[in-house]
């Protein structure tokens, strides 16, 4: 949440922040603003309420223009959408300007102190208090690193710092602390970049260095020097990140969900490449640092992950019950280590996550390493705290940048690794024969086609069906057994892209309650593909049908019973019964995505949102 981007060099910063923020505004879009600075022309700071289009029309009016500088977009938590609450913020004296991703948790009583002292507050911010504090500091120490250090540690909670002054007019000073805000420092040749996220500056350079929790850098034109908050110097040499910045953008698309839907034959192609090996019968996750005797060990799976990810943890339940034969229990991260959980010897942790840095996910992992429980994280973002956290290795899902708020070819992805995953688990504890594993990797080879299959046949029809169905209030989203998380996914995603009310529902709950909500103007999804719980599903159409609903069913190509019975029928060719979930979820996907356009929502930047949660 609150995207930061810092970068000092030969170019001109305005352009170099602006075009990052530009990158990060998933991340939040309640306000932006940016501090340039030039010796001349001392620190130009503009910021405006609402996106960043609003502050890029300030800026032509009023222009910035320096080498130095920082940008910050905005998910308000503390104070409300206000100018006066957009970053950066500054101290009294004004010559120092701070821009913060996360919370200060104790600032009440850190504000306190400052107001004793007779410090004027201008916003409801916590982040003010940091600039205070700063600011303070530096009059004390006259060194901004000193200032920034001596801050941080009286701060407490998850925060992701940079710090100008202008009277060290050549360096940036970075610092982070807990898990609540990532930072990726990139290395350029004469001239270096900060980010919260890594697509803000890959198209400048992809060696990267992150910072680690209670660190701080200071980054000048020619390099960088970290160390700890304590103190001690810290040698990170930078990683090399393959990811290709034109991913990032939007092309012909309209909007990047779109990009996103369409690009998941892709995807999916690249989570496989290198790792399956179908006539052999076999599934290579290098990535995976556990060995064969460590898996077999393994007795207890929690899958901890949050939204959409957690979907994804609900299918990876059945799939990897069925496939390797371990017990595995699907936690909502946010509530996992509030509950106590006891673990017990011979757990694994798998911690699901398209971003990495989802706070709420990373405190999951915590509390498992305290246990002594071994974490494997399926994760997208490359070099993300989740990937570099997870001592049992991240299993990369190599989808690319996802920038829509709403995920979707990762959420796909997430249920093809917990596939690979599961199949890696039978292989190492001997739970399926290879013909078996070859009949299961025949038929995640064919996947990508099939998805590609069903956005070429559905497109059209889920376009038709928006236009039917977008003035509805609520909706109703009918799944059982594996595709019940994606009657969840469904409902989520029409609800948080067009705000229409929507609910997952097991279908054989219904008649405990829901079904009094049904009538004739109630759209009810139902998910029905043939597998072993079809005829249930039928019954359950039957049940909607006879109070009036109005069914869109998911069906298998050359189902002919249920389009007798549903409204509108939308096919998915036949795979393997714990696949469907990968091919049933992209209907709903693009019926969401047209409802909402439909509706005027915005789709990439939903209300109230941002892609990386890293607040608790
Ligand atoms: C919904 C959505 C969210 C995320 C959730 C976890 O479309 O994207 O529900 O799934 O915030 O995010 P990650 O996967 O980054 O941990």
Known sequence: MCGIVGYIGPREATEVVVGGLQRLEYRG?????????APGAGLQLRRSVGKLSNLVARLRETPASGNIGMGHTRWATHGGVTEVNAHPHRDTSGEIVVIQNGIVENYLELKGRLLEQGVQFHSQTDTEVIAHMVGLAYHQTGSLEAAVRQTMGQLRGGNAVVAFCVREPGRLVAARLGNAGGVAIGVGEGEMFIASDMPAILDYTRDIIFLEDRELAVVTADGVQITTLAGAAVQRAPISVPWDPVAAAKGDYKHFMQKEIFEQPRALTDILRGRIDVERGEVYLDDLTLDDAALRKVERIYAVA????????????????????????????????????????????????????????????????????????????????????ADGGPLYLHAGPEIGVASTKAFTSMLVAAYLLGLRLAAARGTLTQAQVREHLQHLVELPGKVAEVLESSAQQCEQLAERFHHATNALYLGR???????????????????????????????????????????????????????????????????????????????????????????IPATSPLLTPVLTVVPLQLFAYHVALRRGADVDQPRNLAKSVTVE
């Open 481 to 571: 057994q594996i595709n019940y998380p994606i009657a969840l996914e469904g409902a989520l995603k029409l609800k948080e892209i067009s705000y229409i009310h929507a609910e997952g529902y097991p279908a054989g709950e219904m008649k405990h309650g829901p079904v009094a909500l049904i009538d004739d103007t109630l759209p009810v999804v139902c998910i029905a593909p043939q597998d072993g719980i079809y005829e249930k599903m039928l019954s359950n159409v039957e049940q909607v049908k006879a109070r009036g609903g109005q069914v869109i069913a998911i069906a298998t190509v050359g189902d002919t019973v249920l389009p007798t019975k549903a409204d509108h029928t939308i096919f």
């Open 306 to 389: 949050c939204g959409t990810a957690w979907h994804a943890g609900l299918v990876a339940k059945f799939v990897i019950e069925q496939l390797a034969r371990v017990r595995v229990e699907v936690d909502y991260a946010s509530e996992f280590r509030y509950r106590n959980p006891v673990l017990g010897k011979d757990a694994l942790l798998l911690a699901i996550s398209q971003s990495g840095e989802t706070v709420d996910t990373l405190a999951a992992m915590e509390e498992a390493r305290t246990q002594g429980v071994p974490a494997v994280a399926i994760v997208n973002a490359i070099g993300s705290q989740a990937a570099r956290v």
């Open 29 to 37: 879009y309640d306000s932006a603003g940016i501090a340039i600075f």
